[in-house]
């Protein structure tokens, strides 16, 4: 009998035991050199914790809340593809985890279960994560169909206006099943000269000309607050509260899309200072520990969206694994803010943390 993983690293590991090399290179791999996918991680690494002693964390209160929504903890499930490759159930297996753990999901555009299947799968806070097409329509009727099903809120990712290069999916030549929420509105089968399927699909189908006014577009056929998922400067962040968005999420696309994008807890700071306070700053990317959760909170982060670790959790263990990513990252996180004196999340502040910069700063 296998021991039970311990960390989010032993779950990647048995998740790489259990799938086939293309699905779990899928889920794993980045763009060209995966410099800026090793970066997310990394860059946490360089960030020390700075305790307070002596105060009271007989009780540890791990609740916040998101667009007005409670939840009992700053762990997001982060919107990723195709789960089908790591489980049968898919994203009602990953729902449902996330619905046992209080936890708000975010669903991909590129879920290999109906978004009608999720709804129904289970009673929990739900958001819809959309790219949009050259055919609007597409992107319009999905954003329909969410609302009807009950999603809160619409994440526009707008950091791909090409897929990244994305070598290793090109080596497997990546077979792209059927999504199902594209049924009747896209085709999937691609015509491309080998290589990755999503990587076709992706330059037939998405919309390059995407441009800060067609958020009027979005708001236009939707009452849901709309969050914008790829910002990493604090120019594009200023231009984000401008247009009227609800939130952002600072995300270099966990290192699928430009590589050599900076690591996103190194940019957080800038983007939050940005917006001052006008809209929630959401981190995405490299979080595997729930001192990482700390650190970003820290910096000013709302909340986190943990993608890969949930993948690995589904693959190993399904429905449980998945529910087993997300507690233990929730009980790293209470074990970090009892240590560091903080009882409740608005006890973490940016006194808790020391990055590079402070520790250069010092020495001046």
């Known amino acids: 009998m296998e021991d039970e993983p311990v960390n989010i690293r032993e779950f990647e590991e ?6 086939p090399k293309m699905f779990f290179d899928y889920y794993n791999g980045g763009a060209e050199d995966e410099h800026t996918l090793r970066e997310n ?6 960030i020390m914790l700075r305790p307070r002693i002596l105060v009271d964390v007989s ?18 499930v982060a919107p990723t593809g195709i789960h089908k490759y790591a489980h049968p159930e898919g994203e009602v297996a990953t729902a449902r985890a996330a619905a046992a753990c209080n936890t708000l999901m975010v669903l991909s555009f590129s879920s290999s279960r109906k978004l009608e299947d999720v709804a129904s799968s ?7 994560q959309l790219y949009v097409y050259k055919n609007r329509e597409v992107s319009a009727t999905l954003v329909r169909r969410a609302e009807k099903y009950g999603f809160k809120a ?16 090109i080596k497997n030549k990546l077979i792209l099943p059927q999504l199902s929420n594209l049924e009747g509105l896209l085709n999937v089968d691609v015509e491309q000269k080998g290589g990755s399927d999503l990587e076709a699909f992706a330059s037939q ?15 236009s056929i939707t009452s849901l607050p709309i969050i914008l998922k790829g910002i990493l400067t604090a120019e594009d962040a200023v231009k984000a509260v401008e247009i009227g968005a609800s939130g952002i999420v600072v995300s270099n696309h966990g290192g699928r899309q ?6 996103t807890i190194s940019v957080l700071e800038e983007v939050v200072k940005a917006v001052s306070g006008a809209v929630p700053v959401l981190l995405d990317g490299g979080v595997r520990r729930g001192t990482d959760v ?6 000013g982060a709302k909340a986190v969206l943990v993608g890969r670790p949930i993948l690995y959790g589904l693959a190993a263990k399904g429905e449980n694994g998945v529910k087993s990513v997300i507690k233990m990252l929730q009980g790293e996180l209470e074990l970090t803010m009892a240590l560091c004196g903080t009882p409740s999340i608005n006890d973490i502040t940016r006194k808790h943390a020391q990055t590079e910069g402070d520790r250069i700063r010092s020495l001046l």
């Not at 048995?14 to 799938?19: M, P, T």
């Not at 289970?122 to 819809?128: D, P």
């Not at 700390?294 to 910096?299: G, P, R, S, T």
């Open 59 to 76: 009780k540890i209160d791990m609740s916040t809340t998101l667009l007005g929504y409670k939840m009992q903890s700053p762990i997001i």
């Open 154 to 169: 619409i994440v526009l990712t707008v950091d791909t206006p090409r897929l990244g290069r994305r070598e290793k999916d």
């Open 14 to 19: 048995r998740a790489k035991q259990v799938l």
């Open 205 to 219: 189908t998405l919309d390059p000309s995407l441009c800060w006014k067609d958020i009027e577009w979005l708001r």
């Open 258 to 263: 430009l590589d050599y994008a900076p690591a």
């Open 122 to 128: 289970c009673n929990s806070l739900r958001f819809y």
């Open 41 to 46: 991680m990394e860059a946490f690494k360089r």
């Open 294 to 299: 700390f650190k970003a909170l820290a910096l």
